[in-house]
């Protein structure tokens, strides 16, 4: 079992929306803390349109524009390197998708925070009927599927479930 916020560790939920998976562009970028209260959301302004599939144009891209002004890469760079000063000596990304991953590596433009220590591959937990069910409970409370944030929140969520699911066993 994984579990790493104390003091100098932190787990982070990442979830990324890009435009497709062939042609792929960052659109926006959402982490939460395993603790609920370090979380950064940041959609982009200069992502390429044109590369959105049928699916990001009906579902994602209605999404965006609700939380703040679109930034530009380099800003959403420079954006992102500062948040992750913010946080503990130790940080590891959780994230269901390696896409997820290569799009916030792509996004730091070649800077390596050095507290970012690595990846926690999420997927072993998504068939188990406690990070399932805690997912879709949070999408019906709180906030809409296929949306970076959301998602990334959904996410936590399921891991917290699937946490207490291990304790009581």
Known sequence: ????????????????????????????????????????????????VEWCNQF??????????????????????????AWFLTLPRNVTIACDSITDWKL??????????????GRYDLRGHIDSSEFHHAVIRYHEHYGPWHHALHDAHAHRHGWLAWQDSRKSQ
Not at 23 to 34: K, Q, R
Not at 56 to 80: D, F, H, Y
Request: hydrophobic share 40%.
């Open 1 to 48: 079992m994984l579990h790493i916020t104390c003091g100098d560790w932190m787990l982070i939920f990442l979830d990324t929306e890009y435009t497709d998976p062939v042609n792929c562009d960052l659109i926006s970028i959402g982490m939460v803390g395993e603790d609920g209260k370090n979380e950064l959301y940041l959609e982009r302004s200069d992502f390429r």
């Open 56 to 81: 990001v144009q009906s579902t994602v891209l209605p999404l965006l524009g609700k939380t703040g002004p679109a930034i530009t890469q380099s800003k959403l760079t420079t954006q992102l390197a």
């Open 104 to 117: 916030l590596v792509a996004a730091l433009n070649g800077i390596h925070p050095p507290n970012l220590t």
